[in-house]
């Protein structure tokens, strides 16, 4: 039986992702946005960048994240930017499926990520992440347009958003386009921690 299909976010208070440039990424909002995230032991070990890091909910929460994802789902501009800022063994650690018009070969890195261009819609992107990720479950990683057809589309069981105390003032929107007369949310869960809130939500059709 195959696994859940979720997304998890970082966003600020006023409802951002990320900036509206690529080359904002790593820039002082960003880093903001993403502290709860870079703080954390799990962190620091999945990239290989040493010993240190804080442990705690924090810390669970993005061990569990990664831990409970078989394969992945991304859009070509989040690929893009990562394929600049990303070490050499990526941090996924499974198969990345990435939605573009590109064709290209698949690009094996080192550490077990093995990133396949899916050149024929979203469908069959989610199609061959559940196959690879067997009972596990698939996430879809981003950017803000590829969740956003995801949920449209009803493929979203469920997601996680960890709101930071950070404010963007422009950037892009989680839910910006989204189809809100066909999707209505469950609360599963909330857990706040001293640098983000961590809000599930378990997504049904209206």
Sequence with gaps: MSGLVYFSVSMSLDGYI???SPDE???QQWMELQHWVFSTEFFRSNLKLGAGGETGPDDDIARATFERTGASVMGKRMFDAGEQMWPEEAPFHT???VVTHERRDPWERPGGTVF???NDGIESALAQAREAAGERDVR??????TILQYLNAGLIDEFT???APVLFGAGVRLFEGVDA???ALEQREVVPTTRATHL???VRQR
Excluded: K, Q, W
């Excluded at 879809?140 to 347009?145: A, K, L, M, V, W």
């Design 200 to 202: 599930t939500y378990a």
């Design 95 to 97: 198969p990345a499926y």
């Design 18 to 20: 990320a900036p509206d």
């Design 116 to 118: 396949h261009f899916v």
């Design 25 to 27: 990424l790593m820039g």
């Design 161 to 163: 958003v960890a709101l």
């Design 181 to 183: 007369s066909r999707i």
């Design 140 to 145: 879809i990683s981003g950017g803000g347009d």
